[in-house]
């Protein structure tokens, strides 16, 4: 038995094979393509959430601002609120009130007692033994 080999199938085996390994190489560069596309997506994504977080608190600050502005022209007229903010923020006193400042020497400032935790005692230990 003689096998009968022509140039014709011989070259549609490689023309098959070139084909193939073609469209694979494709392929890959397109899934390659994709995967980049969405690794730069996901970045955009986070870094748009960060600017969104970072916006947010940026309105809550201003409708504080803005709730505190508007409890001040509500109590614009008010002679208590006004009083009390001659208080707190000018230091201005009533006719015949005398102010004290109070200031704590610095031996009770450093006789203070110290409130320790339970793991600060622990390395406090570790450090006497060694």
Do not use: C, H
């Amino acid at each position: 038995m003689v096998a009968d080999f022509s140039k014709k199938g011989n070259r549609e085996f490689f023309n098959n094979k070139l084909l193939f390994k073609t469209f694979g190489i494709i392929f890959l560069v397109v899934i390659l393509v994709l995967v980049v596309a969405d690794v730069k997506m996901y970045l955009k994504k986070k870094q748009l959430i960060s600017q969104i977080n970072v916006y947010q608190k940026q309105i809550e600050d201003i409708k504080k601002s803005s709730q505190n502005l508007n409890n001040e022209i509500t109590n614009a007229d008010n002679k208590d609120y006004l009083e009390k903010l001659g208080y707190e923020q000018f230091n201005q006193t009533k006719p015949g009130e005398t102010e004290y400042m109070f200031i704590k020497s610095e031996k009770a400032v450093e006789s203070a007692p110290v409130k320790k935790s339970w793991y600060d005692n622990i390395l406090n230990w570790i450090k006497n033994k060694f």
